[in-house]
């Protein structure tokens, strides 16, 4: 079955499920913040174990959306995104598809990743990972330092050592949830899996993940603690496949601390 009618989206819609989270860093303008651990509703989520190759996330995993999974044989939509901040800034909810540990922030020499397959949740619904993008997460804050962060990545066609860098530039004493994105090599869509991550210099202490996600939705908060919310219209109805494990990353556009909240609207169909 699948939401091919004004009637089958009403039809479907389930009840929305909240978020309510409080932020846990004052906001550096521009520096993307993941608030996968951050306390609130719902709950933090928990690291992976020290294992390089890390997790393929799907399922109900503690840190994620409450987003019910469809029936047999129905798909799921998103059909709303609601946000209100305490300060301005943009607001991405994203799926989070696979995430890893047990990296060194001093050592400077290429870290083997070897990624194990993840699930089949990208933009075609397929394991190839068009639409899936990597960043470095900070889980224990950084010492000094501001390495350049290069991935080693196979993109969504197969094409096997592909190389990226960070783009947010790396920040000394980058505190936990500091969520700096790596790019892709020119003409790439996507990343299917990873071979290695690499520092050009020391960070000097702390720990860091690497998160594998996709982006469901963005919305622009231009007034602190205002509210606004986006649509079918808007979002475009993007699939949540199964497994999905929807999560928030803010980038903030003023320095404080404040609590982000609002609700993710869905349908089955």
Known sequence: MAINSPDALIAGLKHPAPFCKVQRVSGVVGRPQSQWTSPGIPGAGANPAAAPAGVAITGDLAG?????????????????????????????????????????????????????????????????????QAALEVTTAMGAGTPTVTLGYTNSDGVAWRSAANIDSAYTAAPVGYFHRLGFQSGDKGIRSIQSVQLSSTWTSGAFNLVVYRILAQLEVMAANSALSAGPAELGLPKLHPGVCPFLVFIPAAAGIGILQGQVGYAHG
């Open 64 to 132: 994620r959306i409450d987003v019910r999974e469809p029936g047999v044989g129905l798909e799921s939509r998103l059909t709303r995104f609601a946000v209100q901040s305490g300060f301005t800034g943009t607001v991405l909810l994203c799926d989070r598809i696979w995430h890893a540990a047990g990296f060194s922030p001093t050592l400077t020499t290429a870290q083997a990743v070897g990624s194990v397959a993840f699930p089949a949740r990208d933009d075609d619904g397929s394991v190839d990972g068009r639409g899936y």
